[in-house]
């Protein structure tokens, strides 16, 4: 796909503001910043509409993340002050980069399809602890503390289905996918999720994978099942 100058100076512009702000928000450290930037960059230039998804991701998990911050810290699972590391925002976007770098069959769907495991991840392990109730090992059904790898929660599910389908949807509103791939994307999110849940149980819990990658592993589930679906 050739890029107009015009195009590339405006999705660099976009990325920079993106990156201040996410950083001021402390949402990201300096590193993550950059890493972010690396990011929106790689989606605004293929599709600028994509950036306002990507915004959207931001938006709803930061929220999630500093929702019930003080009962976080109680169970001492609250995220760091400082924010996501490069690290984590690649490991948790580097797929949706990675199949609009290399112009994948529907790239835009698999790409929201990995959004939305990100925000239903996030947002499922950081409401699951922000409210109080039964968490269980996914594997086992055995009760744990929340925060604990593999843990899920009623409130945690929810809030990755609802969330999943908010990204869904915002792209569905944008135009860049219909009613029908906005199921798709969210579905595939939601079942990344799971398949978080699981490696983290079996895997994470045990020292075989550590979270970045098993996030990617999830995040790369979530594309590979809507390409299926698509």
Not at 75 to 82: F, I, N, S
Request: hydrophobic share 55%.
């Amino acid at each position: 796909m050739e890029i107009s100058g015009q195009r590339l100076w405006i999705s660099l512009g976009i990325t920079v503001g993106f990156a201040l702000i996410a950083r001021r928000a402390r949402g990201v450290t300096r590193s993550g910043a950059l890493a972010g930037a690396a990011v929106s960059l790689s989606v605004t230039t293929a599709e600028p509409k994509l950036f306002l998804v990507l915004l959207t991701v931001f938006l709803v998990t930061l929220l999630a993340t500093r929702w019930g911050k003080q009962r976080k810290q109680q169970l001492h699972a609250a995220e760091g002050a400082r924010g996501r590391s490069a690290s984590q925002v690649i490991s948790n976007l580097g797929v949706a980069m990675l199949v609009i770098a290399v112009g994948a069959n529907q790239q835009v769907l698999l790409a929201l399809a990995v959004m939305s495991e990100v925000a239903a991840d996030t947002c499922s392990s950081e409401l699951g602890m922000a409210f109080p109730g039964r968490t269980v090992l996914l594997t086992s059904w055995k009760p744990v503390s929340p925060g604990v790898d593999g843990g899920i929660s009623i409130h945690g599910t929810f809030a990755a289905l609802a969330s999943a389908l908010v990204i869904a949807s915002t792209g569905a509103m944008l135009l860049l996918i219909t009613s029908r791939h906005a199921i798709v994307a969210a579905g595939a999110g939601f079942a990344g999720m799971i398949v978080d849940s699981f490696l983290g149980a079996v895997l994470e819990r045990r020292g075989y994978l550590n979270n970045d990658a098993v996030n990617v592993l999830s995040t790369a589930s979530a594309a590979a099942l809507a390409w299926t679906l698509s």
